[in-house]
């Protein structure tokens, strides 16, 4: 159940409840019914009835800030007839943060602290407020704040934990395996894998888009971890023999850090182009902490004159191919890794949308130019998206052209 005003209005996207059924599903259990309230003392009360007379556990999210309309604890505590008291860790938690980042402390932020009588609380590693559990009627109720980054942190570390020393004999023993893929549809997956019988295997598979990728999750429960592991091993090699060339990462690893760890372990430098992803393809390698070992400089040359001044793109190349072409990508990716005295230089061009684009070179066309000291490689994408979503995929078809570049495949592509 997410709490807040701000999902009913539809202001804001409820991303939380996705998230925790993925990874309640992960563990071997069954979502029951997801359901978003306002922030209303009656409506919550009312909500968290109905999901408990259908489950075993409930997960909330939302409502345990410092302001007026911040009512869930207040309404958990009054419908089952708790008291709430304010625990002095999670307080001096809030303190110390506000310390930390010089914020200024009201009064208020107290608030965030409480919890109702009896129950266990949880740490937020990433924010102010705890979290809390409780066990009423032989049924778990667990309660975080709603911000997603939160979230992600919280429901692994701290509920699913309690959920599990709770559920542990109804369970088993549960492995779980995401596969992450690009460059396929879910459509084309589904159709792929129709000849691997899973259920033979003691495996449940999950398909789940997650632009601009397709995740696959495995889940194999089983008496023992032994049992659950093999399984999984069994079906991940399924998977693999059929999907291997669309397969860049697993588990908590993304493709940016996949190609930073390839970047850093083979001590290479780095130096990117973008016209289209405008500083997208530079900004995702920068999410990885540690770039600096191997990112030399991201150039954004949106303008020709950029190009050519800069990265050295000759003008009759402008003139005669245009911006986005082969030729100029190739000169960008060049020009860039001989500007950044680098191993490498990628680059990027392309028309994003929704206008620009021609009968030749329509919307979502794009050139992406990867060069060594010795060759230039191009490729050539047309994405079929908004501009947002091209820009995504432009960047996505960047990164995986730099991974199969770092493990040996792209000098083996036509």
Known sequence: MTIGNELISGKTQDTNSSFIARQLHAQ?????????????EGAIQEGLNYIMSLSDAVVVTGGLGPTAD???????????????????????HIRDRFEKF???????????AQVPEGAE?????????????????????????GVPSEVKRMVPDGIIPILRKEFRDAAGHVESRTIKLSGITEANVD??????DFGSLGVNIGFYPNFPEIQIVLTAIAATEKDAKERIIVADERV?????????????????????????????????????????????????PGSSAFL???????????????????????????AVSEKTAVSMAEGVRKLGK????????????????????????????????TKTFCRHHTFRWDRWRNKTMMSQAALMMLKRYLTGELQHER
């Open 240 to 288: 693999s023999e059929r999907l291997q060339q669309y397969i860049f990462a697993y588990d908590q690893d993304t493709l940016e850090s996949i190609v930073a760890g390839l970047l850093t372990d083979k001590n290479l430098t780095l130096a990117v182009a973008e016209s289209c992803t405008g500083g997208l393809v530079t900004d995702r390698l920068t999410d990885v």
């Open 70 to 92: 911040d009512i869930t604890t207040s309404a958990i505590a009054r419908a089952f007839g708790l008291g709430i008291y304010s625990d002095q860790a999670a307080l001096k």
């Open 121 to 145: 609380t949880i740490k937020n590693s990433v924010g102010m407020a705890w979290g809390y559990s409780l066990k009423k009627d032989g049924k778990i109720i667990a309660v975080v704040p």
């Open 28 to 40: 071997g259990w069954q979502t029951s019914v997801i359901m978003s309230v306002p922030d209303d």
């Open 191 to 196: 159709q792929v894998l129709a000849d691997v």
């Open 296 to 322: 030399e400089r991201g150039v954004i040359a949106y303008s020709n004159d950029c190009k050519a001044d800069l990265l050295g793109v000759p003008e009759d190349v402008l003139k005669e191919f245009g």
């Open 342 to 373: 680098c191993n490498l230089g990628i680059s990027t061009t392309g028309i994003a949308g929704p206008t620009g684009g021609t009968a030749d070179k329509p919307v979502g066309t794009v050139f992406v130019a990867l060069a060594d000291e």
């Open 102 to 112: 010089h914020l200024k402390w009201t009064a208020n932020n107290e608030k965030q």
